[in-house]
C-alpha cells in the first residue's frame, strides 16, 4: 500500500491512482469556489500567456473580498472552466491553485469522510 498518500490528522488515506477512473469528481459537481491567491492568479496568467488583466476578465468573479475561478454548466453540473473531459485533467495542472493540491485532505472533510468516500473514489480507511 506505499502508493497510498496519508496526512497526519486525517482519517482516511488517498489512492491517486483511483483519478484515472473517476471522471474529474473533485473538479466538477455541485457548484462552489475554487479560490486563487494573487500569487496563483499570477502563475496560472503566465502559463497561459496572458495578462493577470485579461485573465481576470476571462476566468475570474469575485467572491467577497476572494476571487474564483468561474465554472461553466455541463449536463446540469458544473466543472472548473479548466477541467479538460476529453483528458480527465486540469489543463493549468502546473499551475493549480492550492486548494486542488491540497484536496482531498482539507479541514472540512476531516469530519465529513463519508461525503468525501461519495466524491473520491480514492479514499481509503487507515
Known amino acids: ?13 488517498f489512492k491517486p491512482s483511483a483519478c484515472a477512473s473517476c471522471e474529474g469528481r473533485c473538479c466538477t459537481g455541485e ?8 500569487a496563483e492568479i499570477e ?35 458544473y466543472e472548473c472552466v479548466f477541467y479538460d473531459r476529453e483528458s480527465n485533467g486540469c489543463t493549468i495542472y502546473e499551475a493549480r491553485p492550492s486548494q486542488c493540491i491540497t484536496f482531498p485532505f482539507w479541514d472540512y472533510f476531516k469530519t465529513n469522510v463519508d461525503e468525501l468516500k461519495d466524491e473520491c473514489p480514492g479514499i481509503v480507511d487507515v
Open 1 to 13: 500500500m506505499s502508493n497510498l498518500i496519508t496526512k497526519e490528522g486525517y482519517p482516511y488515506a
Open 43 to 77: 502563475r496560472i496568467a503566465q502559463l497561459l500567456e496572458m495578462s493577470v488583466n485579461d485573465f481576470g476578465v476571462k476566468y475570474l468573479f469575485k467572491k467577497g473580498y476572494k476571487y474564483s475561478l468561474k465554472e461553466r454548466e455541463y449536463k446540469g453540473s
Open 31 to 38: 457548484s462552489g469556489y475554487i479560490y486563487v491567491s494573487v
